[in-house]
Nanobody, 125 residues
């Protein structure tokens, strides 16, 4: 089992920034990929980015590439999602998730068995 606890959402004006945190515990995280997903009202859950713990590889969706960055703090077993240049269309509930490392590069949320509780990000138009 992997337990994930998220924090850091909020309301921010367009063009602003937020940093989301995902604190992980449970299994040896080097065997896992940490994914970030988001879901806006009435829309499907979509892939935002992923971080492979053992080598630091990252991947991002085209919609956030260049604006969002994933990083980690090994000592805290925490992964961060830095959201810059936010747009109203970034408004969603953001989730972190974990899957075994071989799923890195796969964007389907159903491949991730472990999920955080979600945190709301709102960017008013």
């Amino acid at each position: 089992q992997v337990q994930l606890v998220e924090s850091g959402g909020g309301l921010v004006q367009a063009g602003g920034s937020l940093r989301l945190s995902c604190a992980a515990s449970g299994r040896t995280l080097s065997n896992y990929v940490m994914g970030w997903f988001r879901q806006a009202p009435g829309k499907e859950r979509e892939f935002v980015g992923a971080f492979r713990w053992n080598d630091g590889s990252t991947s991002y969706s085209d919609s956030v590439k260049g604006r969002f960055t994933i990083s980690r703090d090994n000592a805290k077993n925490t992964v961060y999602l830095q959201l810059n240049s936010l747009k109203p269309e970034d408004t969603a509930v953001y989730y972190c998730a974990a899957a075994l490392a071989h799923w890195f590069g796969v964007t389907e949320w159903s491949r991730y068995p472990y999920w955080g509780q979600g945190t709301q990000v709102t960017v008013p138009s």
